[in-house]
């Protein structure tokens, strides 16, 4: 099959568009409002963008009503938000702190999560979360789509501060991710959980190259 989304109707049931984007890292995205309240948010339209130096980017769709993402207005407005690594183990509190609560109620509260202050930021940190990246809001880029959910906000970051948990590296210092069990979203109600890896190198690479691609340090 094929089709042309801005002409012709989907033959499927469901959209193969995002089920063929897989599997998508979660940004679990925790932040303030300039009032001070806190929030929790799970985004798989979130991505690294280079490595020197570490910058991110997630985009959200507005609300029906044309309201945008509280994660987004908080960024913008104190600077800061905190991503924090979604597991298998807190798989439950990801789902759960996607609700879309009431101003007051804190999906962290509702989640039943342990708060980590951040050091650069002050924003509250998943605790029992691996990995955290304390990140700088930079920029927001606005796309507007055939709806008010189809607008997207595009929010750029700078990582200023990156936390891993000892007990999630393995004794050569890289991430034991069979143990940490990241997960990831699939299409429709889907997701996976990453435990196995495999390794290539390129043919010939040079050493520079394969030093980027293995995330060498120096
Ligand atoms: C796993 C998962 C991934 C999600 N990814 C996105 C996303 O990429 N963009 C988006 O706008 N909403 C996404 N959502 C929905 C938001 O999490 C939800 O609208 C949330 O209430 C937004 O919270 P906020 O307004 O506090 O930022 C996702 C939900 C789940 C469960």
């Known amino acids: 099959m094929k089709y042309s989304p801005a002409t012709e109707r989907n033959p499927l049931p ?16 925790s932040s303030v409002s300039r009032d001070g309240v806190e929030n929790l948010a ?6 690294n963008l ?6 991110v980017m997630f985009s959200a769709n507005q609300y029906p009503d044309g309201r945008r993402k509280d994660t987004v207005v908080n960024a913008e407005r104190t600077g800061w938000f905190a991503w924090n690594m979604a597991t298998w183990e807190l798989r439950d509190a990801v789902n759960i702190s996607a609700m879309a609560l009431p101003d007051h109620e804190s999906e962290f509260e ?9 050091d650069l930021s002050g924003v509250p940190m998943v605790a029992d979360s691996p990995c955290h990246f304390e990140c700088k809001y930079l920029s927001t880029h606005r796309l507007v789509g055939n709806s008010e959910v189809g607008t997207i906000d595009i929010v750029f970051a700078s990582v200023e501060r990156i936390h891993i948990a000892d007990d999630a590296l393995t004794p050569d210092g890289k991430l ?17 959980v990453v435990k196995d890896t495999f390794e290539m190198r390129i043919p010939g690479a040079t050493a520079e190259a394969a030093d980027g691609l293995e995330g060498a340090a120096g």
């Open 14 to 29: 469901y959209s193969p568009f995002k089920a063929c984007t897989v599997p998508r890292p979660i940004g679990w995205l």
């Open 50 to 55: 280079t490595f020197d130096p570490p910058m």
């Open 176 to 192: 034991d991710v069979s143990r940490i069990q990241p997960i990831a979203r699939m299409g429709y109600y889907d997701y996976t």
């Open 110 to 118: 509702r989640a039943g999560l342990r708060r980590e202050t951040a």
């Open 42 to 47: 799970p985004y798989s339209q979130w991505q």
